[in-house]
C-alpha cells in the first residue's frame, strides 16, 4: 500500500519536527513548508492527500494560502491548526474551503485521528453500498460517492462533509435528521464551535440548491434538519 502523503505548512520549527516524527512513525509520508508560499509551491508541486496547515503563518497566512489552492482544487482534505478561539475566524476557515480545525495546543493522537478521518472520507462508506448512492433531489442528480451535484448538465464538486450531510438529509427525506448525530458522525463531538461549522456547511448546501425553489433545507431548532423537495 502507498504511503499517505501529507503536506504540513507550520512556521514553528520545533511543532513542524515533532508532528513530521509522530506521523511518519504512524507511516504517513510527510513534507514540510515553513510559510503560505513555500506551503502553495510544494501544494501544487507535490500534489497531497491531506493538507495540514497553521492559520498564522509569515509571508502568507493558511487563509490565503488555501483561498488560492481553492481556486482549482476543491477536493483536496484541509485541517488547519490555530491558536485562534474567536468562533468567526474557524467560520472563515470553513468558508474558505477547510474541511477540519484543530485548536492549539493539540495532542498527538488528536492530530493522528483527525487526519485518519478526513482520509476515510475519500472512500464510499458501506451505507452508500447497500443504500444506493445516487439521488434526485428536485431537478438535481446528486451522487454521494463522485460527491458531485448535478443541474441541467452544470456540476458542483462537493466537499466530504457537504456530500455526507446531504446524503443523510436524502436517506432521511421530508423527516428530521438529528444534528447531534451529524456532529458525532461528521466532527467527532457536538461542541459549540462544531454545531456552528455544521450551519455552515448547511448554508452552503442551501445555496447550491438554490436553482430550485421547490427545494429547502429547514432548520428544526434545536433538533436537526428536515430536507423537502415538493
Same mark, same amino acid.
Given at each position: 500500500?502507498?504511503?499517505?502523503?501529507?503536506?504540513?505548512?507550520? @512556521?514553528?520549527? &520545533?511543532?513542524?519536527?515533532?508532528? =513530521?516524527? &509522530?506521523?511518519?512513525?504512524?507511516?504517513?509520508?510527510?513534507?514540510?513548508?515553513?510559510?503560505?508560499?513555500? *506551503?502553495?509551491?510544494?501544494?501544487?508541486?507535490?500534489?497531497?492527500? #491531506?493538507?495540514?496547515?497553521?492559520? !498564522? !503563518?509569515?509571508?502568507?497566512?493558511?487563509?490565503?494560502?488555501?483561498?488560492?489552492?481553492?481556486?482549482?482544487? +476543491?477536493?483536496?482534505?484541509?485541517?488547519?491548526?490555530?491558536?485562534?478561539?474567536?468562533?468567526? @475566524?474557524?467560520?472563515? *476557515?470553513?468558508?474558505?474551503?477547510?474541511?477540519?480545525?484543530?485548536?492549539?495546543?493539540?495532542?498527538?493522537?488528536?492530530?493522528?485521528?483527525?487526519?485518519?478521518?478526513?482520509?476515510?472520507?475519500? $472512500?464510499?462508506?458501506?451505507?452508500?453500498?447497500?443504500?444506493?448512492?445516487?439521488?434526485?433531489?428536485?431537478?438535481? #442528480?446528486? @451522487?454521494?460517492?463522485?460527491? &458531485?451535484?448535478?443541474?441541467?448538465?452544470? #456540476?458542483?464538486?462537493?466537499?466530504?462533509?457537504?456530500?455526507?450531510?446531504?446524503?443523510?438529509? $436524502?436517506?432521511?427525506?421530508?423527516?428530521? &435528521?438529528?444534528?447531534?448525530?451529524?456532529?458525532?458522525?461528521?466532527?467527532?463531538?457536538?461542541?459549540?464551535?462544531?454545531?456552528? +461549522?455544521?450551519?455552515?456547511?448547511?448554508? =452552503?448546501?442551501?445555496? =447550491?440548491? +438554490?436553482? @430550485?425553489?421547490?427545494?429547502?433545507?429547514?432548520?428544526?431548532?434545536?433538533?436537526?434538519?428536515?430536507?423537502?423537495?415538493?
Amino acid at each position: 500500500m502507498q504511503p499517505i502523503n501529507i503536506l504540513l505548512v507550520e @512556521d514553528e520549527s &520545533t511543532l513542524a519536527m515533532i508532528i =513530521k516524527d &509522530t506521523l511518519e512513525g504512524q507511516g504517513f509520508h510527510i513534507r514540510l513548508a515553513g510559510d503560505g508560499e513555500e *506551503g502553495l509551491r510544494l501544494f501544487f508541486q507535490e500534489k497531497p492527500d #491531506v493538507l495540514v496547515a497553521d492559520v !498564522m !503563518m509569515p509571508r502568507m497566512d493558511g487563509f490565503e494560502m488555501v483561498r488560492r489552492i481553492r481556486k482549482t482544487d +476543491s477536493r483536496t482534505p484541509v485541517l488547519f491548526l490555530t491558536a485562534r478561539s474567536s468562533v468567526n @475566524d474557524v467560520v472563515e *476557515g470553513f468558508e474558505l474551503g477547510g474541511n477540519d480545525y484543530l485548536k492549539k495546543p493539540f495532542g498527538m493522537q488528536e492530530l493522528i485521528v483527525r487526519i485518519k478521518a478526513l482520509l476515510g472520507r475519500a $472512500c464510499p462508506t458501506t451505507s452508500d453500498a447497500s443504500t444506493g448512492h445516487t439521488f434526485e433531489i428536485g431537478q438535481y #442528480v446528486f @451522487d454521494s460517492q463522485k460527491q &458531485t451535484l448535478i443541474y441541467t448538465g452544470l #456540476v458542483q464538486e462537493l466537499s466530504y462533509r457537504e456530500s455526507e450531510i446531504l446524503r443523510r438529509l $436524502c436517506l432521511n427525506r421530508d423527516q428530521v &435528521t438529528d444534528m447531534r448525530q451529524l456532529l458525532f458522525d461528521l466532527w467527532g463531538d457536538d461542541t459549540f464551535f462544531n454545531q456552528r +461549522s455544521l450551519h455552515v456547511f448547511i448554508t =452552503k448546501l442551501r445555496h =447550491k440548491l +438554490s436553482k @430550485d425553489e421547490r427545494i429547502r433545507i429547514v432548520n428544526v431548532r434545536g433538533i436537526g434538519y428536515r430536507l423537502i423537495t415538493g
